[in-house]
């Protein structure tokens, strides 16, 4: 992907006429000495999935940037979330890169693992990264440098069915652990009237990604972590055993389940009236109005909340993200970390992206804007993300994919196979810590 300096030619021919007397009747007429002048524009090119799923918005994010940056032309290579990866890897190994990457967290610790990133504090303005989520700055730190900055947040909230839960007397979404577990004996273990099993709750996924991912926020709000300072896991705290003890109780009382179940599967279970409660992004409410067939509708459904905690404060999520990055390789990084800053920190074009696409901005100085604070949907995605939360499994995210499926099997032998919590634990932790040295 050669990058080139496009050379616009605005040719301006500026012939001034002079009255020079009228010898012989005749107007001399005289060429200016103004010469046609040569303006260059720079093409930034940025790549990843933005244009196989955001055509609005990348649209308005090339229409910002050009306008405050006339010597810039963003051009946009489409790759899908799924190839971007081996493609990063190649264009690392080449030496041939992109001025922008379009990333993730899982990518840009893979990538920052290789050293094919730049850290971001010599390129962005440092009053950018202190405008930052606390939670959003850290997520993207490996070995003290910002290997990617965030633009996008996606924490989850917990999402409850609001019919099951007023018919269960409750008039707002549990805001502490125990009216969680009111709720939950409140609505799970019964049949409606077709003898549909209705669930209190459940932690989707397979053997993959998605059973750590649902059940990080219950971890970190129960106080517990993956990791701790040291880089040493501590899945088998007590903390830890808490939570897997209570989820263990509610799946032995017909409450919690049904385990395992895929993603999909208990998305519907949810909108058939089928499900109490579930943990989604910020993208769920999009998707529950279009397959639901009853679009805007279907939000009288819900309620929507942080996690609970112990004292209903609002409650910590997993922090998943898509980031920005600038290559090692990267040919226009000044013309990069422009184009960074304002897919970052400009309101009209971080608010343009809430508004078509729903997404969650990572400085706070937008957080507080009237137009985030003011939407209760976003707002409550806002207020996760001020209490903090991170990718599982950090600081190892390059390592997430086989630290999943170790977690979510020792997570379903503990719920159907009444495997013991503690040493199945000690077990896990061990595991996750040969992996993480190897």
Not at 75 to 87: D, F, G, K, M
Not at 158 to 179: D, M, Q, V, W, Y
Not at 247 to 256: I, S, V
Not at 417 to 438: F, G, M, Q, W, Y
Request: glycine share 8%; with cysteine; charged share 25%.
């Amino acid at each position: 992907m050669k990058k080139q300096k496009r050379v616009l030619l605005v040719v301006v021919a500026l012939f001034v006429c002079a009255a020079v007397g009228f010898a012989g009747g005749k107007q001399e007429e005289k060429p200016s000495d103004t010469a046609g002048a040569v303006k260059e524009r720079t093409e930034v090119t940025v790549f990843g999935w933005l244009t196989t799923y955001a055509v609005p918005f990348s649209e308005v994010l090339k229409e910002k940037v050009e306008a405050k940056y006339p010597d810039i032309e963003i051009v946009y290579q489409e790759a899908s979330y799924e190839e971007s990866t081996i493609q990063y890897l190649l264009m690392a190994e080449s030496g041939d890169a992109p001025d922008v990457s379009y990333t993730c967290l899982a990518k840009d610790a893979m990538l920052a693992s290789i050293g094919a990133l730049e850290d971001l504090h010599k390129w962005i303005s440092k009053d950018i990264i202190d405008d930052l989520a606390p939670a959003a700055y850290k997520a993207g730190l490996h070995d003290g440098k910002l290997t990617s900055i965030i633009w996008d947040i996606s924490p989850y909230a917990l999402f409850t069915n609001a019919n099951l839960a007023k018919a269960a007397g409750f008039s707002k979404p549990p805001r502490t652990i125990k009216e969680f577990e009111k709720l939950m004996y409140a609505v799970g273990g019964k049949t409606d009237a077709a003898g549909n099993k209705i669930w209190g709750t459940n932690i989707a996924g397979l053997t993959d990604l998605h059973v750590p991912f649902l059940l990080s926020p219950w971890l970190y709000n129960f106080g517990g972590d993956w990791f701790d300072e040291n880089g040493k896991c501590v899945i088998n705290s007590p903390e830890a055993v808490e939570l897997l003890t209570w989820f263990k109780k509610m799946y032995d009382d017909g409450l919690f389940g049904p385990v395992p179940i895929d993603r999909e599967t208990n998305r519907s279970l949810f909108m058939e009236g089928h499900l109490g409660v579930i943990g989604e992004g910020p993208w769920q409410r999009g998707i529950w109005r279009e397959s639901s067939g009853q679009g805007e509708a279907f939000d009288k459904n819900w309620w929507l909340d942080t996690y609970p905690t112990r004292d209903g404060s609002p409650g910590k999520s997993l922090l998943w993200a898509s980031c920005a990055a600038i290559m090692k390789d990267a040919e226009h990084k000044e013309e990069a970390a422009k184009v960074i800053e304002m897919w970052v920190s400009d309101p009209e074009v971080v608010l343009a992206y809430g508004k078509l696409n729903g997404g969650i901005p990572a400085v706070q100085s937008i957080q507080n804007l009237p137009e985030v604070q003011n939407d209760p949907y976003r707002k409550v995605f806002v207020d996760a993300i001020q209490a903090g939360g991170e990718l599982p499994f950090a600081p190892y995210g390059d390592k997430i994919d086989e630290m999943s499926v170790v977690f979510a099997n020792a997570f379903q032998n503990i719920m159907i196979n009444d495997a013991p919590i503690k040493e199945t634990l000690n077990e896990v932790a061990a595991e996750l810590d040969r992996i993480a040295s190897e």
